[in-house]
């Protein structure tokens, strides 16, 4: 699923709840009710309690899917069923809301279900689901992946799980759902996309058990050898044709499902793409794969074509572009450059000849484009492909899809595949899309940061065709977001590249001025939803929390010596008092990061009333991390103990580092999949106890903390160019160059304990781990998680503790890249957060945390001392 996705449908400039959403369409509801019964709204579902009966704890649970046009009529069914068996039943309650759950970006375990039903007891789903499979016979509706459908019916489904809210807190701040197993044990209610039944529960509406599938996986004539991707939409696989020997490529559509904002299905838009490959094949053999079959099976509908092999452009980018590493030279970029353009070639030829065939791709993009092993383009995925006489296809890439403003504008029937062109030469060079697209301007200082790249001029301008003033008419998109912000008299104009370059420190100063203003113009203390826009992570956990809430933003003014108005400072404690007892105890999204806030704001007693809370909390001794654990708990005291001298509070760090020194099993304690980094890994931990140390002088806190870092660097892997990175856990492999989750997070704990007590084994890791951060500086995201904000706030901190001119170089370099993210808003600027569709002003991904690296790099010496290394800081004690 698409991060944010829910969350970004209800509101075109900030992240909300689904439900928040304006006009959600038609709207479904039973038609006849009985007199006295009324419906609840609960999120996008709507709640009927049954007149005789409420819902029990947990048991059979029954889901009723639905085609979207026999919704209505499946509705009315079950509700009658209901009604006269007093039953509990919610079902979804808008077109919209129905749209999203079966889309294909949306969760597969949610997928499908129309109207939910909760019977009191075995004996009563069994005749309700006898009743329903009667009722609805003939009717189709999408398989529900979570459930077992009830004998032959084609939208009566089943499972077994928690009804009401038996769940419990989990660390990172979410709640998982819990059931009761055959023993009686709570054990989580896991939500897979395959029928599971917890332990010691049997099915009673089975006469005999299926047996697990054995064996190689055969459709028709086709074996599947891997599967390439799994949506809610079906799935894509590689094959071997069995009668040939021939590897094929197998695409699933899923009946019913699949749906986009359109309404068409997976299995209409699969017809329609064979079609489409098949004319184009007559016509222009070799643009697109050559279609083979096309058949139903069981309920699913394949497509077969030919197995491009390749890699996506967006693999070949991440393995091939030097722009980002170490060791690249002025050869190798060369070479690189030359690459890209015999691509774009490759892209001009196929597209050329599919626009003479008479048709558009629609949806030009980096998972659409594949290189092949000669280094040659194919176009692959022609779902969005459609003729040039009529109407383009809805379906787009964020980034790579033309704005609506733009789609109304212009007319030229290839303006999708032209602006999908200019946006893959974009990617050549940056992840700037969304960037461009609300600050065109702002790609003077993209170009600043790539000048010892030296992007050559003709990729330069196919890149920024569509929104540079010199394209033309192709700088439509500029002129209307120039409009946007017409009436803000000049403020928030990026300053030029010569006028950063000779005043960085002004620059900055300004940026971090327009960003505290940009803060303060987002802030509502009486809004419900937030009293800052947020992260869509806020709506999962709350919106009160250090890294997706009110404390976040707070913490960040505050800390900048920005005024924080009355109204929000009364709303966070407030809002903390009323949510203390639903609170994780963690640092980002719990008691001890809030407590740390409100301390700062002289609300001491507040604080350690909510860091007592955390202490006790039982998640507390089993989670250590920083993020949700003992570590960011005492890290909490500690606070406590720096603003305010009291002996209590130390005492209470001292006695977090003792619990996590006396932890048998630490590993058991981190994030999930033995977590690596800042935020969920020992990394964490290391910079807790390193802080320890030098609060309580006991030199055994900063041991641990080393042997930590250790463990932490035996997890680390090099990278072709020889700088160390590091993943998010054991199961992923990718190079993470993050402050929360990567290579800066574990370097900025690093470059502490070197700098207070060096050994053999960090001092060597640690500019290994430099050398992958500062070439990663073109990143999608401004924030301090993910994004350039966290590598700026890293690269200041190892500067000022190395001192050397090029660390300076690079702190500077990462700062003063803050300032293309900056989008002009009414006053001030700001910035697209989680997934960068939004606007967000929270700590993780928003203004609050670019706001936090700006004072790093302000406060200190970084932009006004002279040049010469300082000495190493003393070792604790």
């Not at 450059?337 to 030829?349: F, P, Q, S």
Request: hydrophobic share 40%.
């Amino acid at each position: 699923m698409l991060e944010g996705f829910a969350e970004a449908l209800a509101d075109r400039e900030y992240y909300l709840p689904l439900p928040r959403v304006a006009d959600p369409g038609p709207r479904f509801a039973p038609g006849e009710v009985p007199p006295g019964t009324r419906g609840t709204a609960q999120g996008i579902w709507t709640v009927w309690g049954g007149p005789r009966t409420g819902f029990a704890e947990q048991g059979w649970k029954i889901h009723v899917s639905a085609r979207l046009d026999r919704a209505q009529h499946v509705l009315d069914t079950v509700a009658g069923i209901c009604f006269a068996e007093g039953v509990p039943f919610k079902h979804l309650s808008a077109r919209l809301f129905f749209l999203f759950l079966h889309h294909k970006h949306a969760a597969r375990v949610q997928a499908g279900k129309f109207c939910a039903v909760y019977p009191p007891d075995t004996a009563t789903a069994r005749r309700l689901l006898e009743r329903l499979r009667d009722a609805l016979d003939g009717e189709e509706g999408p398989y529900v992946l979570t459930d077992r459908r009830f004998r032959d019916s084609r939208t009566v489904h089943y499972r077994y799980g928690s009804f009401g809210d038996h769940s419990r807190m989990r660390a990172d701040g979410t709640r998982e759902q819990l059931v009761r197993d055959g023993s009686g044990r709570s054990v989580v209610d896991l939500r897979l996309p395959a029928f599971q039944l917890p332990a010691g529960i049997t099915d009673p509406f089975v006469e005999e058990e299926e047996q697990p599938h054995a064996g190689p996986i055969l459709i028709r004539d086709y074996e599947v050898t891997r599967a390439v991707r799994l949506s809610n939409a079906g799935g894509t696989y590689q094959a071997v044709d069995r009668r040939t020997g021939r590897t094929v490529f197998l695409k699933e559509a899923r009946a019913h499902n699949g749906l986009v904002f359109d309404g068409t299905d997976a299995q209409q838009r699969l017809r329609h793409e064979y079609d489409v490959l098949r004319a184009l094949h007559a016509a222009a053999p070799g643009v697109g794969p050559e279609p083979l079959d096309h058949f139903t099976e069981w309920e699913h509908d394949f497509l077969v074509t030919e197995f491009v092999a390749g890699q996506p452009l967006v693999g070949w980018l991440s393995r091939s572009s030097p722009l980002a590493r170490a060791d690249r030279t002025a050869e190798s970029v060369a070479a690189y450059y030359g690459a890209c353009r015999h691509l774009l070639a490759g892209l001009d030829a196929a597209l050329g000849r599919l626009h003479a065939a008479g048709y558009r791709f629609g949806d030009l993009s980096l998972g659409n484009i594949l290189v092949t092993p000669s280094g040659e383009v194919r176009l692959v995925d022609f779902e969005a492909a459609s003729a040039l006489s009529a109407a383009p296809s809805g379906i787009g890439t964020p980034g790579f899809a033309p704005p609506p403003g733009l789609l109304r504008a212009d007319p030229d029937p290839l303006l999708q595949d032209r602006y999908g062109l200019a946006a893959v030469a974009l990617s050549f060079l940056a992840p700037f899309h969304e960037i461009a697209e609300h600050a065109p301007a702002n790609l003077v200082l993209l170009r600043r940061d790539l000048a010892d790249v030296a992007p050559p001029q003709d990729l330069w301008q196919r890149a920024t065709a569509f929104h540079l003033a010199e394209g033309g008419a192709q700088g439509l998109a500029q002129e209307q977001a120039q409009d946007r912000a017409q009436d803000r008299d000049g403020a928030g104009r990026p300053p030029s590249p010569a006028e950063l370059d000779a005043d960085p420190r002004g620059c900055l100063t300004r940026l971090a001025d327009e960003v505290t203003a940009g803060l303060l113009e987002t802030a509502d203390a009486d809004r419900p939803d937030w009293a800052f826009p947020p992260s869509p992570e806020a709506f999962r956990t709350n919106n009160v929390c250090l890294a997706y809430g009110t404390a976040g933003v707070v913490h960040a003014l505050h800390r900048a010596g920005a005024p924080v108005p009355e109204g929000i400072r009364e709303r966070l404690r407030r809002d903390a008092l009323a949510l203390r007892d639903a609170l994780p105890p963690g640092l980002l999204v719990g008691s001890a990061g809030i407590a740390r806030v409100l301390a700062g704001l002289g609300r001491l007693d507040e604080a350690v009333d909510l860091l007592r809370d955390a202490d006790g909390h039982p998640l507390t001794a089993s989670c250590g991390t920083l993020a949700g654990g003992r570590a960011g708990v005492g890290l909490g005291w500690l606070a406590l103990h720096r603003l305010t001298g009291e002996s209590s509070h130390l005492e209470r760090a001292a006695a977090a580092g003792e619990g996590l020194l006396r932890t048998p099993d630490l590993q058991a304690t981190l994030g999930e999949h033995d977590a690596r980094g800042l935020l969920h890994g020992r990394s964490g931990l290391a910079l807790f106890l390193h802080r320890l140390a030098r609060a309580t002088g006991e030199a055994r806190y900063l041991e641990a903390g080393r042997l930590l870092l250790h463990q932490e660097l035996e997890r680390t892997f090099q990278l072709d160019d020889g700088a160390l990175s590091i993943s998010d856990n054991a199961q992923l492999t990718r190079a993470m160059p993050y402050l929360a989750t990567g290579a800066a997070g574990v370097a900025a704990v690093l470059t502490r304990y070197v700098a207070t007590s060096p050994d053999e084994r960090c001092a060597a890791a640690l500019p290994r781990l430099v050398a992958g951060i500062r070439v990663s500086c073109a990143t999608k995201e401004a924030g301090l998680y993910r994004g350039l904000a966290g590598l700026s706030w890293f690269l200041t901190g190892h500067a000022e503790l190395t001192g050397t001119d090029a660390a300076r170089r690079d702190a500077v370099r990462a700062a003063t890249g803050l300032l293309k993210y900056a989008v002009p808003y009414r006053r001030g600027v700001r910035f697209l957060g989680a997934g960068s569709q939004r606007f967000t002003a929270d700590l993780s991904s928003g203004g609050a945390g670019v706001l936090l690296a700006l004072h790093r790099v302000l406060a200190g010496p970084l932009l006004t001392e002279p040049r010469h290394a300082r000495p190493p800081v003393p070792a604790a004690g």
